[in-house]
T-cell receptor, first 111, second 111 residues
Framework: TQLLEQSPQFLSIQEGENLTVYCNSS?????LQWYRQEPGEGPVLLVTVVTGGEVKKLKRLTFQFGDARKDSSLHITAAQPGDTGLYLC???????????FGTGTRLKVLA | DSGVTQTPKHLITATGQRVTLRCSPRSGDLSVYWYQQSLDQGLQFLIQYYNGEERAKGNILERFSAQQFPDLHSELNLSSLELGDSALYFC??????????FGPGTRLTVL
């Protein structure tokens, strides 16, 4: 069974701090996506990473795909209260039709 | 706006009742996914359809069923409702095995 484990599960930080969220698996993924979900709303796609070692930047967010395509990280620089939400990594289960979501990281940024 | 629509937005019903949730995918997307999200929990994959055919099943209860129609809209039927079925239900659509685009969700409350 393919799993995507995220860490930490919960994170509460002060505005202006930096943080990194990790998404790990023992399986290879052809691509990974990161989503952010705000309370009561559907997840919104942030980025897709496809190539091993790939780094993508979205303003203060930096996403990296591991060289072996088994893990990914999300780094937020100078976090703001608007970054608060549930962050989910996800990817296609190789050899199956299932699309797998990670366990989630719930981030709270305090003003 | 993701392009995925869901109706109704809110639904309040009693235990033992049956409800139908509706989803219209983004134009051109053949895959539709259903997810359940209980309070402060992650996304639980229920079922996936591709062009009218069931493609993958997750943790979907036997009391729940779904279908995708020729016009690609999908319905999720929940019957013999229990208090524990209260949750947000999300529909997502995609090109197969790629990033998903989520609807705004239906909040189901079972009293």
């Amino acid at each position: 069974t393919q799993l995507l484990e995220q860490s930490p599960q919960f994170l509460s930080i002060q505005e202006g701090e930096n943080l990194t969220v990790y998404c790990n698996s023992s399986s290879v993924f052809s691509s990974l996506q990161w989503y952010r979900q705000e309370p009561g709303e559907g997840p919104v796609l942030l980025v897709t990473v496809v190539t091993g070692g790939e780094v993508k930047k979205l303003k203060r967010l930096t996403f990296q795909f591991g060289d072996a395509r088994k893990d990914s990280s999300l780094h937020i620089t100078a976090a703001q209260p608007g970054d608060t939400g549930l962050y989910l990594c996800a990817g296609d289960g190789s050899g199956t039709y299932k699309y797998i979501f990670g366990t989630g990281t719930r981030l709270k940024v305090l003003a | 706006d993701s392009g995925v629509t869901q109706t109704p937005k809110h639904l309040i019903t009693a235990t033992g009742q049956r409800v139908t949730l509706r989803c219209s995918p983004r134009s051109g997307d053949l895959s539709v996914y259903w997810y359940q999200q209980s309070l402060d929990q992650g996304l639980q994959f229920l079922i996936q359809y591709y062009n009218g055919e069931e493609r993958a099943k997750g943790n979907i209860l036997e009391r729940f069923s779904a279908q995708q129609f020729p016009d690609l809209h999908s319905e999720l039927n929940l019957s013999s409702l229990e208090l524990g079925d209260s949750a947000l239900y999300f529909c997502a659509s995609s090109v197969p095995r790629r990033e998903q685009f989520f609807g705004p969700g239906t909040r189901l409350t079972v009293l």
